[in-house]
């Protein structure tokens, strides 16, 4: 890529670099871009040490513990995990940033500031235009990690709870981990609770203790009390618009890795020769 923006011309008639800072800021651009892929790559690398340091760490807890029988369940708020999280959100959103400018240096009337929803209202009004078929595959990814990047930096703290549950069966201790959970979409937001994790805690709980007067823990009709233990948990589960915070991670990572990629080639195929159209 950098090879062949070496060699495009500068100053010639109808040149898409008028002088060398034009083609300094395309470059820049190509590796900022870069950057913050790689930036997304380390942070959903530090979440996966972190989970795998919590199973490390659930393990010897079950070993060490002094309980010969029952079961034990420990939950709480994983800081490192939210901050890691709330950091590739942003490196997501960077790279994405740092790709729109290097498209939008291909196109008459727009900068390396030139925003990627100015590109996608572009490309939604012109579906024949260069890069519009690009930008039209990506659209509804890129919105979605737009939105949750906003929401995460702007509106809201991420919150990334998380446990283990010990276990003495048959004379062996085992150690379950109780995931991180994530929305996989922004979803509505609440007043931050004092308790903060409580509908997760109770999700937990019922997953893997069982809450007695809950089914599938009891039969027949609900009371009062378990409605609102219900009303408070049912949201928030694995496969029910939650995911685990790492498969989240790893699969927008591989959508931004193929998203820029295929940035790259369109951009290759031009040879940064003139201006797109």
């Known amino acids: 890529m950098l090879l062949v923006l ?39 690398a530090n979440i996966d040490a972190e989970i795998q340091r919590s199973r490390e760490l659930a393990e010897q807890g079950a070993q060490t513990s002094g309980m010969t029988r029952g079961g034990m369940l420990l939950f709480g708020e994983n800081e490192k995990i939210a901050y ?104 509505p937001d609440k007043p931050t609770s004092s308790n903060p994790g409580a509908g997760k805690f109770l999700a937990a709980i019922h997953q893997f203790v069982g809450i007695a007067g809950v089914p599938p823990h009891t039969e027949g009709p609900l009371s009062e009390s378990a409605k609102k233990v219900v009303e408070m948990m049912e949201p928030i589960q694995e496969g029910n618009g939650y995911i685990r915070v790492e498969l989240f991670c790893q699969q927008h990572l591989e959508r931004l890795h193929q998203f820029v990629s295929e940035s790259f080639d369109e951009v290759l195929t031009l040879k940064f020769q003139s201006y797109a159209g």
């Open 6 to 44: 070496y060699e495009a011309p500068v100053g010639a008639s109808g040149a898409l670099f008028k002088d060398e800072i034009g083609k300094q800021w395309m470059r820049s651009c190509i590796i900022r871009a870069i950057r913050k892929l790689q930036g997304a790559e380390y942070h959903c």
């Open 84 to 187: 890691e999280l709330d950091a590739f959100l942003a490196a997501a959103r960077g790279c994405i940033d740092f790709i729109a400018g290097m498209l939008s240096l291909h196109l008459q009337g727009m900068s390396r500031r030139t925003s990627i929803t100015r590109l996608l209202e572009r490309a939604e009004r012109e579906p024949a235009a260069s890069f519009s078929s690009l930008l039209t595959r990506w659209k509804d990814w890129i919105e979605l990690v737009k939105e949750y990047r906003d929401e995460c930096i702007h509106y809201r703290a991420i919150e990334a709870t998380g446990g283990t549950k010990f276990d003495v069966k048959d004379g062996e201790k085992i150690s379950t981990i109780i995931p991180v959970l994530v929305p996989e979409r922004v979803l």
